[in-house]
């Protein structure tokens, strides 16, 4: 697939290019939903960490917020452990492709952010500015994935760079490589409380590694 945005689409940002072609030759599969609280809380729970505030807004079904990069490590680390499989976070470009789910458009329904397609600002959900959806309030992409746009920024495992030049082209994470910023990562896919252009399969963001806030959480992926 093309990662990144062409040099004309709207709300474009310099960091999401220059655009070039990935190719993901290996199985993976990546979460349906955002992480919930109902599951997070179990590992929290189980290994005696402090539970992430729900900023009032309730837990159960909605994604988990108040989250680190080191926090969302830790639970794929735990998962791994408790199920013998091969959780770990999503690579930004694991992340931009399932998101795109074979779209070349601004978003995977299109490129107008239309109505209620998901939870932003000005998104036209009941949502908007004020708090998470529960996951799968919205429709899902043709991958059968919900929420890639909106509700929580995701984070993936890739360390920060200022663009794509020099980037893998196999899928994998880049990470000290070139310039990169381990301190800070990748996070994907805006967040209840973004304008509409930063819901984008291609825009991209970042945040230090410990800091946690509550429009931020994270999907998971497995390897084989």
């Not at 062409?6 to 655009?19: I, K, L």
């Not at 490590?73 to 199920?83: E, R």
């Not at 893998?168 to 967040?191: F, K």
Request: proline residues 4%; glycine residues 10%; negative net charge.
């Amino acid at each position: 697939f093309l990662m990144g945005s062409p040099e004309n689409e709207y709300g474009r940002y310099p960091n999401e290019g220059p655009q070039y072609e990935v190719i993901i030759n290996y199985a993976l599969e990546i979460g349906k939903y955002e992480v919930t609280f109902d599951e997070y809380d179990v590992f929290a729970k189980e290994m005696n960490r402090q539970l992430p505030d729900d900023s009032g807004w309730g837990r159960g079904k909605r994604p988990v917020i108040n989250v680190s990069f080191n926090d969302a490590q830790a639970y794929v680390q735990w998962l791994s452990i408790k199920t013998g499989k091969k959780y770990r976070l999503p690579t930004e470009a694991e992340w931009e492709y399932v998101a795109r789910a074979g779209s070349p458009t601004a978003y995977w329904w299109g490129d107008e952010i239309g109505l209620n397609n998901a939870v932003c600002r000005n998104c036209g959900s009941q949502w908007d500015n004020e708090k998470t959806a529960p996951i799968g309030s919205f429709s899902a992409n043709v991958f059968e994935l919900y929420d890639t746009a909106g509700n929580v920024w995701e984070w993936t495992q890739d360390c920060w760079h200022v663009d794509y030049q020099g980037m893998p082209v196999d899928g994998s994470a880049w990470l000290e490589a070139i310039g990169g910023d381990c301190d800070r990562r990748v996070v994907r896919g805006g967040s209840w409380n973004n304008k509409p252009q930063n819901l984008r399969s291609a825009n991209r963001n970042r945040n230090n590694t410990d800091n946690t806030n509550n429009n931020i959480g994270f999907r998971i992926a497995r390897g084989f």
